[in-house]
């Protein structure tokens, strides 16, 4: 931990027994994992209040480790955790792969990859690195200034927060205002119990707490000086009076220039250091924390004996503290203040001494690239190659900094005939790191430069392109490039052409072009075998059976999944990271085909490399996936989440495509938990906006949004959404005709509803799998008891519910139970209705379907009703009607309006116009008037 201030902690009592109470959970219990957010502004306390949780911790007999951001290394893959598994590598276990991962965080990649560790195995071996130790009573994990974190510790950090070990309590601090967007989602996505605060200003009372003795007056400019701000007191109380007071007052330092305020105090401090102490204080703010002697001596130009003597001068004055072998300054505003103060010049000059210093000692890669960044000049051609080897072994790990590395190198390399190749290898990386820290569109635009380069070979930018473009949902524009570059004849004589010939089939898929993509995806195939190509092999048959499921051959799909898991399996995660979108399609694959095992192993395996990697590129793929995915297996918690992942890392990489895919999907769990109206609202503000502009995933938003205006019970408006699509596949047909059938039902018109129930049926049973044809049968037995044979729809519901159990799809065999117990009722089994609802209320909680619960439990209320006007056995004046029927026409009768009864039985008030409708035909009266003389008669009067 850095050196603390002088002062006591004060004004903090109930953020220390907040934290106390966090610490305390952590072996209660299930050993909840915790994590504590601590924010607030530069210098009000957050490190130091760290510190004070350390020792709280401590007395607890919980372990704390930690590691801290810093603002001059945050182009340094992993510095984070650099502190965090330093102190835990002597106790580690030291099997291949710990040992592996704690060079990458410590010293770089270079290790992991003569280890041959990819980075999914890496996470896994740090988390089992962290599970090692936690002791007894639980671990505390403090991250310091995370608002200066760099790339890769943000996504390792995003690991262990949604997948959280037991009894761990991670604790970080952040800077309110700069906390970088990654960092925002890490925490808005953790699954841990949270404690936050942010921290504010000490007030008049805690000050006086800290300066006992203080005469009066000072101590007053003291209050008006620091504003409460810890940092600034501590540095004010160093100063004479008369100083202390120019920067007090206001009219001369501004009550808004705090910062420059600040600055001054800082540069006071250096100001009382010799010229010797100021060049160490100066070498040490440049060779990073923790710096060591031998580095800050090659800075300083002296030796180390020197160096250690003005070290502990600086440590004497409060400047800087120990920290492990090296030193650090006490706050990192004071290092900031050391650095800037240095000079331009010789901090360029500083950072080129340690360069060559790492580089004949063997430092490590990143260290080296880091400081060669901040000193390279023009034409250096060592430095081009040190920052080039650098961003190659940082760029899957940590692409945003691979991104920064090779702007520099690009900068510094000269525009001549013989550096034109050069250039274009380095132009491409850079646009492969830009997509894959999620800048598509400046990657596009680089691109495009490139295919301007006429010398330069044009196979992997054409294939990087159009998978940017597509990502973009510019899917003309790739089709024609890639078919351009085909030819007609879509030869295929390497891995780039027969990459080409992959994406043009992909892209027929994503315009529904399904029958061309089958024929496409076979000559892929066909071509793969010829070269003797796994990764293109794997390609052709995932792309096969995705076309042959659109097609409705369900055989020919299963087939070309059985060739095709077997040799995704067998890739090392380091060569599948080309193909993460391919598990997405692989996965989204095996849920239709209702594989569910086998599409949750893809997707996570997936979603850690991305994770992990930092390709950000391919997560709303994957997270729209597993989105479907949750909302079948009943895990609509599950399912909001990956949702919200979807929506979040689409915006993170500027891709409206895959945000409309993902605000599309997450209507789904939005239904079933929040009510067709919230689900409505979301649905129409998608369609104001942007559809997908994939024809393939329009449809299938459109295909669920019907089923979202059954729900809020708008038949008409779901009518017309049917009328305006195209011809929908053959794996969404029997959905589209299921609620053509139930809208139509609910309109009044029983002979089309029927004739669209049959038609859903038989579609499905065309495909043969059990989900559409529980779908089917769900709708039939909806329109069976709207038609008033109520007798057949309980053999059609139970029909219905034994598809979706062999399905293993819960949320939708209580779908089935529910129209089961509607239809039960009918028939005036009121027993039985009561108990098949129960059990899909039971089966709703389960799901957290929220809403379903709340519907089931109004049904329960009007079941109850029911048996208790029932008990005479006669059926009253409104027995030659049906329930719902019914329950229209007696609110009709006493006198409320049609909207009032929609907004009673939450129905709309076209449907309550159908109902209504009915009634009257039944009953043989005209008018409302007719109606209540009606019912006002008793029993025995109505008309058959």
Request: glycine share 8%; hydrophobic share 45%.
């Amino acid at each position: 931990m850095r050196a603390a201030s002088q002062f006591r902690l004060t004004g903090r009592d109930a953020e220390l027994a907040q934290f106390g109470r966090a610490l305390d959970r952590l072996g209660e219990g299930d050993r909840e994992p915790q994590l504590i957010e601590l924010s607030g502004e530069p210098g009000i306390g957050k490190t130091r209040l760290l510190t004070e949780m350390a020792q709280l911790a401590r007395r607890r007999g919980v372990p704390a480790v930690l590691g801290h951001a810093t603002e001059y290394e945050r182009n340094m893959p992993f510095r984070l955790f650099a502190g965090v598994f330093t102190l835990m590598e002597t106790s580690a276990r030291t099997d291949g792969d710990s040992r592996a991962a704690l060079d990458v965080v410590l010293r770089g990649d270079e290790s992991a990859a003569g280890a041959g560790l990819d980075h999914y195995r890496l996470h896994v071996a740090l988390r089992r690195i962290v599970a090692s130790a936690v002791g007894p009573s639980g671990l505390l994990v403090m991250l310091d200034d995370l608002h200066w974190a760099d790339e890769a510790s943000l996504e390792l950090l995003s690991h262990f927060l949604r997948d959280p070990l037991p009894s761990v309590a991670v604790a970080v601090t952040y800077r309110t205002a700069q906390a970088p967007a990654k960092l925002s989602i890490a925490l808005s996505q953790a699954r841990m119990a949270t404690t936050r605060a942010e921290l504010g200003r000490l007030d008049a009372g805690d000050i006086t707490g800290l300066l006992p003795g203080i005469p009066p007056n000072r101590l007053a400019t003291l209050i008006a000086a620091s504003d409460g701000n810890p940092l600034y007191l501590d540095s004010l109380a160093r100063l004479d009076d008369r100083t202390l007071r120019t920067l007090a007052d206001p009219a001369r330092t501004g009550a808004a220039q705090i910062p420059a305020r600040l600055q001054s105090l800082l540069t006071h401090e250096f100001a009382a250091l010799d010229n010797a102490q100021r060049l160490v204080a100066h070498s040490i703010a440049v060779a990073g924390e923790p710096a060591h002697l031998d580095v800050v001596a090659c800075i300083a130009g002296t030796d180390e004996d020197e160096v250690s003597v003005r070290v502990d001068e600086l440590v004497a004055a409060g400047i800087i503290g120990p920290t492990g072998s090296g030193f650090s300054f006490r706050h990192p505003l004071i290092r900031a203040a050391a650095y800037q103060s240095a000079g331009p010049a010789w901090r360029i000059s500083a950072h080129r001494h340690v360069a060559s210093y790492l580089e004949r000692h063997g430092g490590p890669l990143w260290l080296r690239a880091h400081h060669t960044a901040r000193a390279a000049r023009y034409g250096d051609q060592a430095a081009i190659g040190t920052l080039t080897a650098a961003a190659t072994a940082a760029v899957d790990a940590a692409p945003a900094i691979a991104v920064e590395w090779l702007r520099v190198a690009l900068r510094i390399l000269p525009e001549r005939d013989d550096t034109a190749a050069q250039r274009g290898e380095l132009m491409l990386g850079l646009a492969r790191a830009l997509q894959l820290s999620g800048e598509l569109a400046a990657s596009r635009v680089l691109l495009h430069e490139i295919l301007a380069l006429s010398s330069f070979r044009r196979g992997p930018v054409v294939r990087l392109l159009a998978i940017t473009e597509r990502l973009l949902g510019e899917y003309d524009q790739a089709h024609a490039r890639v078919e351009a570059e085909l030819g007609p004849q879509r030869r295929v004589h390497d891995y780039f052409s027969g990459a080409h010939l992959a994406i043009y089939t992909s892209l027929h898929m994503f315009r529904s072009r399904h029958a061309d993509a089958a024929k496409y995806s076979n000559e892929l195939i066909v071509a793969a075998r010829r070269l003797g190509d796994d990764d293109l092999l794997v390609v052709g048959h995932t792309l096969a059976g995705l076309a042959a499921l659109a097609l409705g051959d369900v055989p020919t799909a299963r087939s070309e999944l059985a060739m095709a898991v077997p040799l995704i399996d067998a890739f090392p995660d380091a060569r599948l990271r080309d193909h993460l979108q391919l598990l997405s399609v692989l996965a989204w694959l095996e849920l239709n085909l209702e594989r569910y095992d086998d599409a949750h192993r893809h997707l996570r395996r997936g979603l850690a490399i991305a994770r992990f990697d930092g390709h950000s590129h391919a997560m709303p793929y994957l997270c729209v996936i597993a989105t479907a995915l949750a909302v079948r297996r009943g895990r609509l918690d599950r399912a909001a989440e990956y949702a919200a992942d979807a929506v979040a890392t689409s915006q993170q990489i500027g891709s409206a495509e895959t945000l409309s895919w993902a605000r599309g999907i997450e209507l789904q769990p939005a239904l079933w938990r929040l009510g067709p109206e919230a689900a409505l609202e979301r649905l129409h503000t998608l369609e104001a906006g942007a559809l997908p502009r994939s024809s393939w995933w329009a449809e299938t938003t459109t295909a669920f949004g019907t089923v979202i205006r059954l729900g809020a019970g708008d038949a008409a408006a779901c009518l017309q959404a049917i009328e305006r699509m195209p011809a929908a596949s053959a794996l969404l047909a029997p959905q589209i005709w299921a609620s053509q059938a139930v809208a139509a039902a609910r309109l009044g018109r029983p002979d089309e509803a029927l004739r669209a129930a049959g038609q859903a049926v038989d579609a499905a049973a065309a495909i043969g799998l059990a989900f559409p044809r529980g779908v089917a049968g769900l709708a039939y037995a909806q329109v069976l008891t709207e038609s008033g044979r109520a007798a057949e729809a309980v053999v059609a519901a139970r029909t219905a519910m034994q598809d979706f159990r062999d399905a293993a799809v819960p949320l939708h065999e209580a779908l089935a139970r529910e129209a089961l117990a509607e239809a039960l009722a009918e028939t005036g089994d009121l027993q039985p209705a009561r108990s098949e609802l129960g059990i899909a209320k039971s089966m709703y909680a389960a799901c957290q379907a929220t809403w379903l619960v709340t519907r089931a439990t109004r049904a329960e209320a009007k079941l109850g009703a029911r048996a208790t006007r029932g008990t005479s056995g006669d059926p009253g004046v409104l027995g030659a009607v049906s329930a719902r029927e019914s329950e229209v026409a007696l609110l009709a009768a006493k006198g409320l309006t049609n909207r009032e009864i929609a907004e009673r039985l939450y129905l709309s008030t076209k449907t309550v116009d159908a109902h209504l409708s009915r009634a009257f035909t039944k009953l043989g009266v005209r008018s409302r008037v007719e109606l209540t003389a009606l019912v006002s008669q008793g029993p025995g009067t109505a008309t058959s």
